[in-house]
């Protein structure tokens, strides 16, 4: 009896742990289960006195707050002190922007599903599905991807008026300014669509609607700053660039040397109180055609002038490209995908004060404008047209790999190429979901501040991996540049798309986890504030409450990570009436594993946590999968669960475990302390690593997904440019593939007759009119397979070039050989 009261006590301690009730409630059950034990068993006395007893010395001071604080959180809050890594104030503003969303549940360790179900997922309104369906179809139509990045290096006339007459510029100003108004759903459909055409066109128009003047304007611009620019920005008479990069400030952004000194001068006749700035720009999008450049300095006020503060930190102003000594510099050429971009420079560049944006009030509180805004704009820009390449490229690789034959077969048949094929569809499929999430979080009012760079980071990295796996299954086709080449200069511009907006390698080993870990935690930016707190009693209140809550929710997590690892999750409260049901659970239990692993690697690393960026790097993998497979896990949900979309569902959720399984083991396999890794080990992994990669089985299927219309196929790419005219590679694509697969019957006969030795093959020509001739096929037959054959042979073409159209320069003017030149 006494073994079944101390397995009770255990019992009921694992139970309390993985429900997550709180110290009050474990204490007066465990109280009751010796009292019980005390009054109905035979359990001798002593061993319950015992037991009491050791009970109690936990239990009381656990309970009494005076001796809590003063046993156990004043010294640990000194401890604590010494552990908290130092902020400056751009760290911190970095840590407090925006919300925090389902990420923070995810995040906890126990994340509530049903209320990701009922999540609300708003739809586009019928004026901005018009609007995609309208002015964005109108405008993909009259895009010449090749002309505007080879010959023209830019937009020609007629594309930037019809950009600027329909307000592409103007989607996120709002209606009373002039604009179009949109959702960050309407403006990730628009940017969608014009990216999967042609991406010089899609990053003119991503920027003015992305971090820059006019997003700055509407939201922290004065009146008077709103009623003068939005109107003129919504109808590009004004064209935004935004420059904040410098030579010696690319990623830590918050080292700007730029200055603006506050001063007074004559100002267009009269004295006025401005700002001096001088300043030193590049990569700047846009900058060749702007007539309002954004820039971000750190502003000084050396005599007083506004005030008692000299140093008054990072501020934003808007400064017209004509103001005198603003210079702004030649092109730079990115990756052969010429939008506009290159350097802003200036020297004692005099503006009113009322230059600030927001004017003097606003001055020094910059990086929190820019912080703030970056996780909206970063939400929509770049998963959006990551989304659009995705999604053609997959389209369009599906019905090549249908309709190009080696060794007379399909290349898709083989299955070397389906390996590569279903990673494309599956992550096509991801990309999208998660796009969709982050827009929505937009809409539903978040500033998803996480998420925003999860989206950034694994979006941009996975259209990255299906533009190459694009290319490899085109061969040849993918690589030679021309008109008819729809995925060579997509692919040549991938490294753009990672290194903007916060390259790809910071993004994940800093920001993901490090801004996730402390944002989405439910305690530590609560302990942090609290012992940072001037008041000592009410920081020690504080800490001590959130430490307690801390401790609980540690032990319950460390609980649920063993017990859902030992039971798989079988019993994990997830919504069960639906096959999908494994899938929930498998989260729900790395969301377990990933809280534990958490706060085992900030309570042991404590400040050093920040450098070791392997460790937070790949806890911020496991963060983002478990984002990515919750997008598409409610992508899924709202389409109607579609059976026949399952099978890219199930591959791309298999490989999204594997890989937190292998985020996590890396994190268990190099932590670095031993007793730290066995910990790990036996929490996370208590029966060892069983999750395994997508199998071929299903690979095989969803590679063929790709390989013929269906309405699958049309979700997995739904919203992206496909022309209905023969002259766009890709409309010619998808036209013929219907009649490709139609012919493909009489294909296989004639091979038969030839195997057979019915039919000879002298030329194809020949061979149509004698499998005729021996009712092998009808002639209608072959009429058919004569046109569908020519269609092929235009598909698989690549463009010729004379010599002298490769020396073109820039301005579309032969240029002389390098050969004659340099004589
Ligand atoms: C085509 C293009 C357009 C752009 N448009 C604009 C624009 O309109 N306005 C604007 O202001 N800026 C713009 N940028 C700048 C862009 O935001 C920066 O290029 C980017 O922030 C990275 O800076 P960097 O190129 O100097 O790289 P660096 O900061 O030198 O970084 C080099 C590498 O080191 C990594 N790295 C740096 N620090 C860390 C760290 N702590 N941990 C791990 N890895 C780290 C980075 O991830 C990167 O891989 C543009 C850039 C390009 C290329």
């Not at 990730?188 to 899609?202: D, E, M, N, P, Y």
């Not at 235009?794 to 159209?805: L, M, N, R």
Request: aromatic share 8%.
């Amino acid at each position: 009896m006494f073994w079944i009261l101390i397995l009770s006590l255990l019992g009921f301690s694992i139970t309390a742990a993985y429900r997550g009730i709180n110290l009050l409630n474990w204490t007066l059950g465990m109280a009751l289960i010796l009292v019980g034990f005390a009054s109905f068993t035979n359990v001798s006395l002593a061993a319950i006195i015992i037991l009491s007893v050791l009970f109690a010395a936990i239990a009381v001071p656990l309970n009494t707050k005076s001796l809590r604080r003063q046993w156990l959180s004043e010294p640990f809050l000194a401890i604590y002190r010494k552990m908290l890594p130092t902020l400056s104030d751009t760290e911190q503003v970095a840590l407090e922007a925006g919300t925090v969303g389902w990420e923070g549940e995810l995040f906890a360790g126990n994340p509530d599903w049903d209320s990701l179900l009922d999540q609300e997922w708003p739809e586009l309104s019928a004026a901005e599905q018009a609007f995609v369906d309208g002015p964005t179809e109108e405008l993909c139509q009259m895009l010449d991807p090749w002309k505007i990045s080879h010959e023209l290096a830019d937009l020609p006339p007629e594309v930037w008026s019809f950009l600027k007459e329909n307000r592409f510029f103007g989607m996120i100003i709002p209606k009373e300014y002039g604009g179009l108004g949109f959702s960050a759903l309407a403006h990730r459909a628009v940017l969608q669509k014009i990216a999967s055409v042609c991406a010089v066109t899609g990053s003119t128009v991503a920027v003015p609607n992305s971090l820059g003047p006019a997003e700055l304007l509407v939201h922290y611009g004065t009146d008077e700053q709103k009623n003068y620019y939005l109107p003129r920005l919504a109808t590009g008479e004004e064209i935004p660039c935004f420059g904040l990069t410098g030579p010696t400030a690319g990623s830590d952004a918050t080292s700007i040397p730029d200055i603006g000194i506050i001063c007074k001068r004559k100002y267009k006749g009269k004295q006025v109180l401005g700002m001096r700035l001088t300043f030193d720009k590049r990569y700047i999008t846009l900058s060749s055609v702007a007539t309002i450049v954004g820039l971000a300095f750190k502003l000084y006020d050396p005599d007083g002038l506004v005030g008692d503060k000299k140093d008054l930190g990072i501020s934003v102003a808007l400064v017209p490209s004509d103001t005198p000594g603003l210079e702004i510099g030649l092109r730079h050429f990115p990756l052969n995908v010429p939008f506009h971009n290159g350097p802003v420079r200036g020297k004692d560049v005099f503006v009113p004060l009322d230059a600030l944006v927001g004017g003097i009030d606003m001055a020094g509180h910059g990086w929190r404008m820019l912080i703030e805004l970056l996780s909206v704009g970063r939400a929509i820009t770049l998963p959006s047209t990551s989304g659009g390449g995705a999604k053609l490229a997959a389209l369009a690789t599906g019905a090549y790999a249908r309709i190009r034959k080696q060794f007379n077969l399909p290349i898709g048949r083989f299955e070397g190429i389906e390996e590569v094929m279903c990673r494309l569809a599956g992550y096509t499929y991801a990309i999208s979901a998660l796009s969709r999430m982050t827009a929505t979080a937009v809409d539903l009012g978040q500033k998803p501040a996480v998420p925003s760079a999860i989206a950034k980071y694994h979006a941009t990295e996975m259209a990255r991996q299906v533009v190459t796996d694009a290319m490899d299954i085109h061969g040849g086709k993918g690589i030679i540049m021309g008109p008819k080449n729809y995925l060579g200069r997509g692919y040549q511009g991938m490294p753009i798309w990672i290194t903007v907006e916060g390259a790809n390698i910071l993004t994940r080993s800093m920001m993901i986890f490090g801004q996730g870990a402390i944002r989405c935690h439910p305690y530590v930016l609560k302990e942090m504030h609290a012992a940072r707190m001037d008041d000592q009693v009410k920081g020690l209140e504080e800490f001590d409450r959130n430490l307690f809550g801390h401790i609980g929710y540690s032990i319950g997590n460390a609980v649920r990570s063993m017990v859902l690892g030992l039971s798989f999750a079988r019993f994990a409260a997830v919504p069960t009436d639906r096959k999908t049901a494994k899938y929930y659970r498998k989260l729900t239990r790395y969301s377990a594993a990933l809280a534990f692993a958490s706060d085992i690697a900030m309570l042991t690393l404590g400040g050093k946590l920040k450098h070791k960026e392997r460790i937070s790097g790949r806890l911020g993998d496991v963060l983002s999968q478990l984002y990515i497979c919750s997008a598409m896990l409610k992508r899924f949900e709202i389409q109607g669960r579609p059976a026949a979309d399952q099978p890219i569902l199930a591959w791309a959720f298999h490989d999204a475990i594997y890989k937190i399984q292998t985020a996590l083991g890396s994190v268990v396999d190099n932590f670095p302390s031993r007793g730290v890794r066995v910990l790990l080990g036996v929490f996370i992994f208590p029966l060892g690593r069983h999750e395994r990669q997508p199998g071929d089985r299903l690979g095989h299927k969803v590679s063929q997904l790709l390989m013929s219309p269906s309405e699958t196929r049309k979700r997995l790419t739904d919203g992206v440019f496909i022309s209905d005219k023969a002259s766009n590679p890709v409309g010619l694509l998808e036209l013929a593939l219907p009649r490709v697969i139609a012919t493909e019957p009489l294909e296989r006969r004639l091979l038969k007759a030839q195997a057979a030795g019915e039919l000879d093959v002298i030329d194809m020509q020949t061979q149509l009119q004698k499998a005729v001739e021996q009712s092998i096929i009808t002639a209608d037959e072959a009429k058919e397979l004569e046109a569908v054959r020519e269609m092929v042979t235009e598909i698989i073409a690549v463009d010729e070039f004379e010599s002298s159209y490769l020396r073109m320069g820039s301005h579309g003017k032969e240029a002389e050989p390098i050969s004659e030149q340099a004589a």
